[in-house]
């Protein structure tokens, strides 16, 4: 009968790195982490303008929400519409590296609500969005006016007009 003993491994030093992986964090490089909230709004609001998103609002709401700094609302035709837009959205910011944390309501297809910390979209059905009326609940919030699609697009020469709304 042979016995194999269990020899330790060597302990090496961590760093704060290698911390961060074994908890399944990565860490965010240096390029990636320029996005501010209302970059994040502006990367939304174009990537639903260019699938024909209707009504499209970005409403500044830091200081009275405690969850989120920014909500984009906007409208879709149909229920399909509404999940086209909610991908639209989702691949467009993957592809600058944001996930969301959090997406509800894909499968009906009336009020598709995508988490991104700062950000937090709706998509709602034309006909549901009057019913929740958000820009009412949220009316102290600050309307970011879209004036023209490069400003939406969030180019860096031309910043967004904040526009109060009474």
């Given at each position: 009968?042979?016995?194999?003993?269990?020899?330790?491994?060597?302990?090496?030093?961590?760093?704060?790195?290698?911390?961060?992986?074994?908890?399944?964090?990565?860490?965010?490089?240096?390029?990636?982490?320029?996005?501010?909230?209302?970059?994040?709004?502006?990367?939304?609001?174009?990537?639903?303008?260019?699938?024909?998103?209707?009504?499209?609002?970005?409403?500044?709401?830091r200081g009275i929400c405690s969850f989120t700094d920014y909500f984009?609302?906007?409208?879709?035709?149909?229920?399909?519409?509404?999940?086209?837009?909610?991908?639209?959205?989702?691949?467009?910011?993957?592809?600058?590296?944001?996930?969301?944390?959090?997406?509800?309501?894909?499968?009906?297809?009336?009020?598709?609500?995508?988490?991104?910390?700062?950000?937090?979209?709706?998509?709602?059905?034309?006909?549901?969005?009057?019913?929740?009326n958000l820009e009412g609940l949220w009316h102290d919030g600050v309307d970011v006016a879209l004036e023209d699609p490069e400003e939406?697009?969030?180019?860096?020469?031309?910043?967004?007009?904040?526009?109060?709304?009474?």
């Open positions: 009968m042979t016995f194999h003993y269990f020899r330790p491994f060597k302990k090496r030093p961590r760093s704060p790195q290698n911390n961060l992986a074994d908890i399944g964090l990565k860490k965010i490089s240096k390029k990636l982490q320029h996005h501010s909230g209302v970059e994040i709004a502006r990367l939304a609001a174009a990537a639903a303008i260019d699938k024909k998103g209707e009504d499209v609002k970005i409403l500044d709401v984009v609302i906007m409208s879709g035709r149909s229920t399909r519409h509404v999940q086209g837009l909610a991908d639209a959205i989702d691949t467009t910011l993957r592809n600058q590296k944001l996930k969301s944390t959090n997406t509800e309501g894909m499968q009906e297809g009336h009020w598709v609500l995508l988490d991104y910390d700062d950000v937090v979209v709706h998509i709602f059905y034309w006909e549901t969005r009057p019913f929740y939406v697009a969030g180019l860096p020469e031309k910043k967004a007009r904040r526009v109060r709304k009474i």
